[in-house]
């Protein structure tokens, strides 16, 4: 069965450091793949889509890769700052040709500190 | 505009009685999809519309959970003699169903079952 595995603990990292998160999906093959950001007691919110032609992406300070041949993306937070302290999903998804449902990683949690 | 609402933003009742959510997308979607989302998990797909075609269902709803978009705008969930189980954050999103596939999400309604 498809399975999507994202690093359960918590990520404790210094302000000013780059994080990396790990997603790592297995029993699939998905043409995008998306990463979201929630808050406690809030909806996720949509931060970046890549292609799986596409390595890497990048928007601002985030940076994302995408490795098909490891079943594997990477989400960088480079320069992080307490603001950026949230839990971040993964979201692979195969071509249906239209915007479909999503399944997601069950997140990593993401704590920056002074 | 004003971004996917959802109401209530939370329930509290008691084992056996009926519930019902409501959902608004953004105006100019016409895929609307409902998720549930309990405590350390992501998100989890419940059902999705095209308009006011509910076009997928997932196998964890189960008979007394029933989706509806009458006039392809805003959505309804209702859960029928509520279990413990069914306590959970019920997400909705929209999204456009060509070229986009990011979805907007809603705040969430937290539900509580006594």
């Known amino acids: 069965s498809q399975k999507i595995e994202q690093n359960s603990e918590a990520l404790n990292i210094q302000e000013g450091k780059t994080a990396t998160l790990t997603c790592n999906y297995t029993n699939y093959s998905p043409a995008y793949l998306q990463w979201y950001r929630q808050d406690p007691g809030r909806g996720p919110v949509f931060l970046l889509l890549?292609?799986?032609?596409?390595k890497e992406k990048r928007k601002e300070r985030l940076k994302v890769t995408f490795d098909t041949t490891l079943k594997q993306s990477l989400f960088h937070i480079t320069a992080s700052q307490p603001a950026d302290s949230a839990t971040y999903l993964c979201a692979p998804q195969p071509d249906t040709g239209t915007a479909s449902k999503l399944t997601f990683g069950t997140g990593t949690r993401l704590q920056v500190t002074l | 505009d004003t971004g996917v609402s959802q109401d209530p933003r939370h329930k509290i009742t008691k084992r056996g009685q009926n519930v019902t959510f409501r959902c608004d997308p953004i105006?100019?979607?016409?895929?609307l999809y409902w998720y549930r989302q309990t405590l350390g998990q992501g998100p989890e797909f419940l059902t999705y519309?095209?308009?006011?075609?509910?076009?997928?269902k997932s196998r964890l709803l189960s008979d007394r959970f029933s989706a509806e978009r009458p006039k392809g705008s805003f959505s309804t969930l209702e859960i029928q003699r509520t279990e413990q189980g069914d306590s959970a954050m019920y997400l909705c999103?929209?999204?456009?169903?060509?070229?986009?596939?990011?979805?907007?999400f809603g705040p969430g309604t937290r539900l509580t079952v006594t």
């Open positions: 999103a929209s999204s456009g169903d060509r070229g986009a596939y990011e979805q907007y």
């Open positions: 890549i292609r799986e032609n596409e």
């Open positions: 105006s100019e979607h016409n895929r």
């Open positions: 519309f095209q308009n006011e075609a509910q076009l997928e």
